[in-house]
């Protein structure tokens, strides 16, 4: 069970109370809201409930019961109130797909947790233990949500989702208030909302994937094979693994097999695959991507050739990264990831975010200088110092 200052639960299952609660709701000056569904055999998510609060009113939907959620998607479409989630991602895709849009603005407390030092994409459970010092007990998780009636304890902790939510939000929007950081999780928030990243458009299906090779006959085949999974998965409603997994479609766009039989002979494809309904729909994907690999191959930029990274100035980097992130008390990931490193330490005017703005000041200028000798690191007994050359 969730321990928090819940109260009364407020299961809505038809329309006129939603609506009613609605107007509760929009009385506030930001929503706080979660999702419960099921995927784990389906390429769409399944809603099974929705929880929603602002300051002090809270409500549970069930999605599974007759009502319109009308009411309720248009608040979440206002765009002068302000969502918040954690972890949003997955609720985003729900809404924008039964709202055909994305709802903005957001605040995404696990983003805001790294911009007050709480650490890279911490868990719902250890925020609330240190924001709030609640307890959420995770034996509901996942549960069958489908299943009705939803059980006293399910519906405690679906309550508990949201009213600890709304008070993680408050205390964490005033922390990067206070110290001029709302800015810095910015761009994140920009990413997090951008309908590209909802869009399931089968044709940018081979973006999910990772580049091997840059051949054009390699290339129109992985993005071909991609878009087909991505149709086959949309259509018959199952997730994409159950249809072709990630290692079949990198092992087909390396061998190119042209035939039910050659396509049989690869490892990473199940057996049996070229005979079963999809089977032959996927030799003909093969065939027509490499008969015109141009027209199919996307077009992406091929990486310099400028041999293996510098190893040693990339952990040097590492190292000042993290140095740096410990000072500011934000987490590393927000700064730079892996790549920007490896870009700084190689190319000699690297475009990455790391250089650019408020990362810039905490950590892009002092980078600069590492790399061309201005500064060093050394060892102490609290950490590592940033000396001046």
């Not at 070229?274 to 003909?284: A, D, N, Y």
């Not at 002092?366 to 000396?387: E, M, R």
Request: proline share 5%; with cysteine.
């Amino acid at each position: 069970m969730t321990k928090d200052d819940t109260g009364d639960i407020r299961l809505i299952t038809d329309t006129q109370a939603l609506a009613e609660a609605c107007d509760r709701l929009a009385e506030g000056t930001f929503i706080a809201l979660d999702t419960e569904f099921h995927r784990e055999s389906t390429y769409w998510p399944q809603l099974c409930l929705i929880q929603a609060a602002n300051e002090d009113f809270d409500i549970l939907v069930d999605p599974l019961a007759d009502l319109d959620l009308t009411p309720l998607l248009a608040l979440v479409a206002d765009r002068s109130r302000t969502k918040v989630f954690h972890a949003a991602r997955q609720d985003l895709e729900i809404f924008a797909r039964i709202m055909g849009e994305v709802p903005t603005p957001v605040f995404d407390t696990q983003i805001a947790a790294m911009a007050c030092g709480l650490g890279d994409s911490i868990s719902y459970e250890n925020l609330v233990s240190r924001v709030v010092k609640g307890q959420v007990d995770k034996s509901s998780q996942f549960t069958d949500w489908m299943r009705r009636p939803l059980s006293e304890k399910q519906l405690r902790y679906a309550q508990g989702d949201v009213t600890y939510l709304r008070r993680i939000y408050v205390i964490l929007r005033e922390q990067l208030e206070r110290r001029g950081r709302l800015e810095w999780i910015e761009d994140e928030h920009a990413a997090l909302v951008d309908p590209e990243v909802y869009a399931f458009d089968p044709q940018q299906a081979w973006k999910r994937l990772k580049l091997r090779k840059y051949k054009s006959d390699y290339l129109a085949v992985l993005a071909a094979v991609a878009a087909w999974r991505e149709q086959v998965a949309q259509e018959t409603d199952k997730p994409r693994g159950r249809i072709l997994k990630d290692d079949a479609i990198q092992e087909i766009a390396q061998q190119k097999p042209r035939t039910g039989e050659a396509i049989e002979r690869l490892r990473a494809v199940p057996a049996g695959f070229s005979r079963s309904r999809h089977g032959q729909s996927l030799v003909e994907t093969i065939n027509a991507a490499l008969a015109d690999p141009k027209a199919f191959a996307p077009e992406v930029d091929q990486p310099e050739s400028a041999g293996p990274p510098p190893g040693a100035l990339t952990e040097l980097l590492k190292v000042l990264l993290k140095q740096t992130a410990d000072d500011a008390g934000v987490a590393p990931r927000l700064i730079a990831n892996a790549a920007d490193l490896e870009r700084i330490a190689r190319e000699a005017s690297p475009d990455v975010a790391a250089l650019r703005g408020w990362r810039r000041d905490v950590f892009g200028d002092q980078a600069l200088a590492l790399k061309a000798g201005k500064l060093a690191l050394a060892a102490s007994p609290n950490g590592v110092k940033v000396l001046s050359v």
